[in-house]
């Protein structure tokens, strides 16, 4: 019986734990608007997105890095 007891009241106690977490927890909408806002932009030449800001836009196209705008640049003139 004492250990029914026992196992009872730790499960009560759990409960009550978690419940005390859930309430205290607070989340932080701004994250959420934050990635949605954030516009990703695909590199032409190597096909890895990256953030738009980060982004270099040249002849309507987007490249992560100077270097891969001069060699899609190289490609495109072979």
């Given at each position: 019986?004492?250990?029914?007891r026992?196992?009872?009241?730790?499960?009560?106690?759990?409960?009550?734990?978690?419940?005390?977490?859930?309430?205290?927890?607070?989340?932080n909408?701004?994250?959420?608007?934050?990635?949605?806002t954030?516009h990703?932009?695909?590199?032409?030449?190597?096909?890895?997105?990256?953030?738009?800001q980060d982004?270099?836009?040249?002849e309507?196209?987007?490249?992560?890095s100077?270097?891969?705008?001069?060699?899609?640049?190289?490609?495109?003139?072979e």
């Open positions: 019986m004492s250990l029914l026992l196992l009872f009241i730790a499960g009560i106690i759990w409960l009550l734990y978690r419940l005390i977490k859930k309430l205290t927890f607070k989340r909408p701004d994250i959420r608007k934050t990635l949605e954030t990703m932009a695909r590199c032409t030449y190597c096909d890895t997105y990256i953030i738009r982004a270099c836009f040249r309507d196209n987007y490249f992560c100077p270097e891969h705008y001069e060699k899609h640049k190289q490609k495109d003139s």
